[in-house]
């Protein structure tokens, strides 16, 4: 079947990855709720941060970052909320900004898609607000390139449940799922997920996803490499 759209993973497939997460934010709230053990509260939040993607993922049950902040909250017994709101929601996002960076041939692959007439998606699992990779996509030329954006954080399942891929071959209008490709970094959420609902996958070749029993359609090391994989399967 011939090839309508490409959907994307975010972090590890369009923007490279940042093996950081929320430890920036977690030491600010720490700092700002008992200076005198920082250390010792930053570490157990960051442990809270951990215990809660576990779960998540285990049940592909999203979750946003009021439902981590609270469940870290209800942990210590402190009110991690007002101190994330207060001290560091900000400067989290001000913090992770120079880190992201998406892959130099990213938004070239994006104009060459769309001129092969693909419509391009974005899903990614994420508790962060919408407006943060906002933020990052209309920085770096991304946003105007991509048909729709789908996050975690305002669906009831993550990756890999199938109704998130679902929503988001609905969002660029393709019916059948074996009419589009996803591209991701993760075998598990991505390839296995994606695979299940249908698509052919193409992994982003890496060294920081766990390993996962699938195969998927392709492999590629850089982002460049899509245009022409499509037109092999057009």
């Not at 729709?148 to 609905?170: C, G, I, N, Q």
């Not at 009419?179 to 070749?205: C, E, I, K, S």
Request: net charge negative; with cysteine.
């Amino acid at each position: 079947m011939a090839v309508e759209a490409v959907i994307f993973d975010w972090g590890g497939t369009l923007s490279e990855f940042v093996p950081l997460e929320m430890v920036d934010v977690w030491t600010l709230a720490a700092r700002h709720l008992a200076p005198e053990r920082e250390a010792e509260v930053a570490e157990r939040l960051c442990a809270v941060e951990a215990r809660f993607w576990e779960r998540t993922a285990g049940a592909c049950r999203s979750g946003t970052l009021a439902d981590l902040v609270g469940e870290a909250s209800a942990e210590l017994g402190l009110d991690v909320a007002e101190a994330v709101l207060e001290e560091a929601a900000v400067r989290h996002l001000d913090a992770w900004t120079p880190h992201i960076r998406h892959h130099h041939d990213a938004a070239p692959t994006l104009a060459a898609l769309r001129e092969r007439g693909m419509r391009l998606g974005l899903l990614s699992n994420t508790h962060w607000p919408p407006a943060f990779h906002e933020r990052f996509l209309e920085r770096d030329g991304l946003a105007g390139l991509l048909d729709a954006r789908l996050y975690t954080s305002e669906t009831p399942h993550l990756k890999p449940h199938p109704s998130v891929f679902r929503a988001a071959l609905d969002a660029v209008g393709v019916a059948d799922p074996a009419a589009a490709v996803f591209v991701g970094d993760r075998p598990y959420d991505d390839m296995w997920g994606a695979q299940r609902a249908g698509m052919r996958t193409v992994l982003m070749a890496n060294d920081h996803a766990p390993a996962w029993d699938v195969t998927p359609d392709a492999v590629v090391s850089n982002l460049s490499e899509l245009p022409p994989l499509v037109d092999r399967w057009r």
